[in-house]
């Protein structure tokens, strides 16, 4: 991204195609490095996508910045063999999450962990906030509010941060060995994941876990009205305003992330689970001899599919969401060292990251 944002400053160097995740967009959008698409009907591809989905290529509702690839809709990913051997139910709820996580750490004397809290991703951390109804940022006109120590980000953080605490979960570093290989051994029973996770599993885990894991929905919280999930990842292609045929790129990219035989490929061989929702009913999506459904032992993509008719429509990402993602890193560490609180953690981010949007010229508030 970094070396994008240069090449778009120096004015030459730049891609017809820019391949950008959804909370990274409007740091582009904003910048003014990213061609309007409606001018050459990309509204007319609306209907071809989730609603939720076309808003994070479309946040104002007319410009058009991208052609939605994929997407990340969270569910529960977890060992059904391991589940049984220590007696547990898959959580309908997080309250049946915790109860899972204690009876486990008992059973092993907290060798075995429940699941893995990602503490260098703030992404992960925000679908969660995501699917509590939660949200960081809202806009009206050109004013911004921000609040990343709403009410609803304390309570996951607290709740996942009592989980460190007791020592049911893990803090390993998403893509690393040392998270693979324990989960891959069955001292990790389950995780929070992506839609496009199961494919990282099939190509990172041995053969010992292949057919072993299944997918449920992701656990709810109490006083929920109906059910909800939020979105890790996903991402836009988006064309820069170096392309000299800003049209044909537009079409090169619905080909490339909309075409049968595209979304076929992206998913067998990297999980890549289409936005398109024609890509989500292909029948090669749900052939259980082909991975990630192989490896899995279940139907992933019929599971994560449902996943996504429930992600919430209204979340957004800010501009400066480039610098929110990094700054994030540092609190985290310490709470989990213990030098502040989970809450304190929130706050100073919310604190640190707002001055950055003022200093950047942006109109923002945290009321």
């Not at 990213?34 to 591809?45: E, I």
């Not at 899972?100 to 990602?118: D, E, R, Y």
């Not at 494919?199 to 449920?216: D, E, H, M, Q, Y």
């Not at 000299?244 to 049968?260: D, F, R, V, Y």
Request: aromatic residues 14%.
């Amino acid at each position: 991204y970094n070396k994008l944002l240069t090449a778009l400053k120096a004015g030459t160097g730049a891609p017809d195609i820019a391949a950008i995740e959804y909370d990274f967009l409007p740091s582009f959008i904003a910048f003014g490095g990213l061609v309007d698409l409606a001018k050459y009907g990309a509204n007319n591809y609306k209907n071809l996508y989730p609603d939720w989905a076309w808003r994070q290529v479309s946040p104002e509702g007319s410009a058009v910045y991208g052609i939605p690839g994929d997407q990340g809709p969270l569910a529960l990913v977890y060992r059904e063999d391991l589940y049984k051997k220590y007696g547990l139910k898959v959580p309908k709820t997080w309250l049946e999450f915790e109860a899972n996580a204690a009876k486990v750490s008992s059973a092993t004397g907290g060798k075995v962990k429940i699941a893995n809290f990602f503490s260098t991703y703030a992404p992960w951390y925000m679908g969660l906030v995501w699917a509590y109804g939660g949200n960081f940022w809202s806009k009206k006109g050109e004013n911004w509010t921000q609040n990343l120590a709403n009410p609803k980000a304390k309570a996951v953080l607290n709740y996942w941060g009592k989980l460190i605490e007791k020592g049911y979960v893990s803090t390993y570093q998403n893509f690393t060995p040392d998270f693979y290989k324990a989960v891959d051994n069955g001292t990790i029973l389950s995780s929070v994941e992506a839609a496009w996770g199961p494919g990282t599993f099939a190509s990172s885990l041995s053969k010992t876990s292949a057919g072993k894991w299944r997918v449920a929905p992701l656990p709810q919280w109490a006083g929920m009205p109906k059910f909800t999930t939020g979105n890790w990842g996903g991402t836009a292609y988006a064309v820069t305003t170096q392309s000299k045929e800003p049209e044909a790129a537009m079409i090169l990219s619905l080909w490339m992330m909309a075409h049968p035989n595209a979304m076929k490929i992206n998913w067998v061989t990297q999980g890549v689970f289409p936005a398109a929702k024609a890509g989500t009913s292909m029948p090669e999506l749900q052939d259980p001899k082909l991975d990630p459904n192989k490896f899995f032992g279940t139907n992933v993509a019929g599971a994560y599919l449902e996943a996504s008719r429930h992600v919430d429509t209204n979340f957004i990402w800010s501009p400066w969401f480039l610098f929110a993602n990094d700054n994030f890193n540092k609190h985290l560490a310490d709470a989990i060292a213990k030098k502040i609180t989970w809450d304190k953690a929130l706050e100073n981010w919310q604190a640190e990251v707002l001055q950055h949007a003022k200093t950047q010229g942006f109109t923002v508030t945290d009321k």
